[in-house]
């Protein structure tokens, strides 16, 4: 571990955030688990894991955490906050109807339920080299965004992966597979919003 490691939150009131946290050591960040408003102090970027959208809603007001969040993450459109990755249903918590922090609106369980649960490649922009393989579970996509959110993957014309300034979200599961680089690149923004060098140089 680096001495100058950044200490990446992982929202862990439900869901998939144990694969997150593994996923973010791997690639060199310090992790705690957040599950309350005291958890988010010093942090210096935020994940949102996959789960289950109505329950991870109910767990954030329980805790009394979306206005920090929020304020931590700061507004769209520029964020001016800590980094954060969302995917899946952190995608879904992101957008306008919940947590706000991306100018997009995101319709649940978009390619089918369980069963229709599936993996794809994914060619997403500002990932070089091969397309990342996604794990789609009760998968959401982006039904539609404003203008300041850059669409950077796609698959049957959805789109399954955007970004607004320093906020990036994801429609698939990255951290089910041994590919990493999805996290270097959210470790390289995190990275760059701390005014740090590069993990790579």
């Known amino acids: 571990m680096r ?9 862990a ?4 955030f144990e694969a997150h946290a593994r996923m973010l050591r791997r690639v060199g960040a310090d992790v705690r688990e957040v599950r309350t408003p005291a958890d988010l102090d010093g942090i210096e970027g935020l ?17 009394g955490l979306a206005a920090p969040l929020r304020e931590l993450c700061g507004p769209p459109p520029d964020g001016k906050g800590v980094p954060v990755l ?12 919940h947590l706000g922090l991306i100018d997009m609106r995101a319709q649940r369980n978009a ?7 599936f993996e794809a490649d994914v060619q997403m922009r500002g990932i070089d080299g091969a397309p990342l393989h996604g794990v789609f579970i009760r998968a959401p996509w982006i039904a539609e965004h404003g203008p300041g959110v850059e669409s950077l993957a796609e698959v049957d014309g959805h789109v399954v992966a955007a970004r607004q300034g320093n906020r990036l979200a994801v429609a698939f599961h990255a951290e089910l597979t041994p590919d990493a680089r999805l996290h270097r690149l959210f470790l390289e923004e995190v990275r760059a919003a701390r005014g740090l060098p590069s993990a790579a140089g």
């Open 47 to 63: 994940v949102i894991p996959g789960g289950e959208s109505t329950t991870m809603t109910l767990g954030i007001e329980r805790e």
């Open 13 to 16: 009131l439900q869901g998939g």
């Open 111 to 117: 390619f089918g339920r369980q069963i229709k649960s």
């Open 86 to 97: 969302g995917s899946c249903a952190g995608l879904i918590m992101l957008d306008r109807d």
């Open 3 to 11: 001495d100058d490691a950044p200490l990446i939150g992982v929202l």
